[in-house]
């Protein structure tokens, strides 16, 4: 995708989805097409403050603006769409967009949580259900009549369990216990041992505690765990079931609270844990989603979360519905 267009800045707007791990930037036009991208390491305000995020962001706005071949002159565009990780609460939401506003990027800015854009990525016209789960786990709803359901997503203190990193802790957690005798025993071992190509998992812990291995590492594991729980390992499929509990959980919560379990909500989930996981993991979180709304349409998402934000800029420049349809086949995931 890109490059080449020439104009003012009303013929553009520039979305960004900001998550934990990685952030995504594209200049898109008003009939739908993607001019400019780039992609960087992860801009959520709460991880790294919102000087940095603000800066992060600019580097990366700067670079898609190059290579859709138009000048770095502000306004750069119509409109920017920044959705982001880390924004739980109003205050969070109106000290970025003081942030933003003063850069000048575009004649008019939006700013809001990651999990919406992810929501308006995956459904028709932004309502319903999401549930993201990348590094962590979050849930939103937006009902017809524009109410919504959100959650702070802080770690535990919010509540919170299920994120990848999470995920990741528990096998380690697991194949420690296993090791030591302390625990039952689980394949999780000898993989975590493989995986980090170590000789056991207490050297595995050692890395860790003597900050050899970063981490970061430990959302690694994420995938591991899904594996060896396919495989049959009940321990890890333990796991797994309380992962799909927790994302049921976050589905049915909103969907009573919107009061949508009569009618036909979809369901969008995303993340990078969720989008890896295998047919079969989807495939019972729909299940126990709809004894709580039997008409819901659960799906994972395939496009990236920065569409729904590119959507929603879409959307506040009243660009013409088949230019949104035209982005949406643009960027579908194959």
């Given at each position: 995708?890109?490059?080449?267009?020439t104009?003012?800045?009303?013929?553009?707007?520039?979305?960004?989805?900001?998550?934990?791990?990685?952030?995504?930037?594209l200049?898109?036009?008003?009939?739908?097409?993607v001019l400019?991208?780039?992609?960087?390491?992860?801009?959520?305000?709460?991880?790294?403050?919102?000087d940095?995020?603000?800066?992060?962001?600019?580097?990366?706005?700067?670079?898609?603006?190059?290579?859709?071949?138009?000048?770095?002159?502000?306004?750069?565009?119509?409109?920017?769409?920044?959705?982001?990780?880390?924004?739980?609460?109003?205050?969070?939401?109106?000290?970025?967009?003081?942030?933003?506003?003063?850069?000048?990027?575009?004649?008019?800015?939006?700013?809001?949580?990651?999990?919406?854009?992810?929501?308006?990525?995956?459904?028709?016209?932004?309502?319903?259900?999401?549930?993201?789960?990348?590094?962590?786990?979050?849930?939103?709803?937006?009902?017809?009549?524009?109410?919504?359901?959100?959650?702070?997503?802080?770690?535990?203190?919010?509540?919170?369990?299920?994120?990848?990193?999470?995920?990741?802790?528990?096998?380690?957690?697991?194949?420690?216990?296993?090791?030591?005798?302390?625990?039952?025993?689980t394949?999780?071992?000898?993989?975590?041992?493989?995986?980090?190509?170590?000789?056991?998992?207490?050297?595995?812990?050692?890395?860790?505690?003597?900050?050899?291995?970063?981490?970061?590492?430990?959302?690694?594991?994420?995938?591991?765990?899904?594996?060896?729980?396919?495989?049959?390992?009940?321990?890890?499929?333990?796991?797994?079931?309380?992962?799909?509990?927790?994302?049921?959980?976050?589905?049915?919560?909103?969907?009573?609270?919107?009061?949508?379990?009569?009618?036909?909500?979809?369901?969008?989930?995303?993340?990078?844990?969720?989008?890896?996981?295998?047919?079969?993991?989807?495939?019972?979180?729909?299940?126990?989603?709809?004894?709580?709304?039997?008409?819901?349409?659960?799906?994972?998402?395939?496009?990236?979360p920065v569409?729904?934000?590119?959507?929603?800029?879409?959307?506040?420049?009243?660009?013409?519905?088949?230019?949104?349809?035209?982005?949406?086949?643009?960027?579908?995931?194959?």
């Amino acid at each position: 995708m890109g490059g080449g267009m020439t104009g003012g800045s009303g013929d553009v707007v520039v979305a960004i989805d900001g998550g934990n791990s990685k952030t995504d930037v594209l200049i898109v036009s008003r009939d739908g097409r993607v001019l400019g991208q780039s992609r960087g390491p992860g801009a959520s305000p709460q991880n790294i403050g919102v000087d940095a995020s603000v800066q992060l962001l600019e580097k990366l706005v700067l670079e898609a603006l190059r290579g859709a071949g138009l000048p770095a002159e502000r306004p750069f565009a119509a409109h920017t769409s920044a959705y982001l990780a880390g924004l739980d609460f109003p205050e969070e939401e109106a000290v970025l967009h003081a942030a933003l506003a003063a850069r000048g990027w575009s004649d008019t800015l939006i700013v809001g949580n990651d999990t919406l854009a992810l929501l308006r990525a995956g459904s028709a016209d932004g309502t319903g259900v999401a549930v993201v789960c990348g590094a962590g786990i979050n849930g939103a709803g937006v009902s017809a009549d524009g109410r919504e359901q959100r959650f702070p997503a802080l770690g535990k203190i919010s509540g919170d369990w299920g994120g990848g990193y999470r995920l990741g802790e528990e096998a380690l957690w697991w194949a420690v216990r296993a090791e030591d005798g302390r625990g039952p025993g689980t394949a999780l071992q000898a993989a975590v041992t493989a995986h980090f190509k170590a000789s056991s998992v207490l050297e595995v812990v050692r890395r860790l505690h003597f900050e050899d291995l970063h981490s970061d590492s430990i959302h690694g594991l994420c995938p591991l765990l899904f594996a060896v729980a396919a495989g049959g390992d009940e321990v890890a499929q333990d796991v797994v079931d309380r992962f799909v509990e927790e994302v049921a959980l976050l589905v049915s919560v909103i969907l009573r609270r919107l009061e949508l379990t009569e009618e036909a909500p979809e369901v969008i989930l995303g993340g990078g844990v969720l989008t890896g996981v295998g047919a079969p993991v989807i495939a019972e979180i729909e299940r126990r989603c709809l004894k709580v709304a039997p008409r819901a349409v659960i799906q994972v998402v395939d496009v990236a979360p920065v569409v729904g934000a590119a959507l929603f800029a879409l959307d506040t420049i009243e660009a013409p519905d088949a230019a949104k349809l035209a982005l949406k086949a643009a960027t579908k995931r194959v």
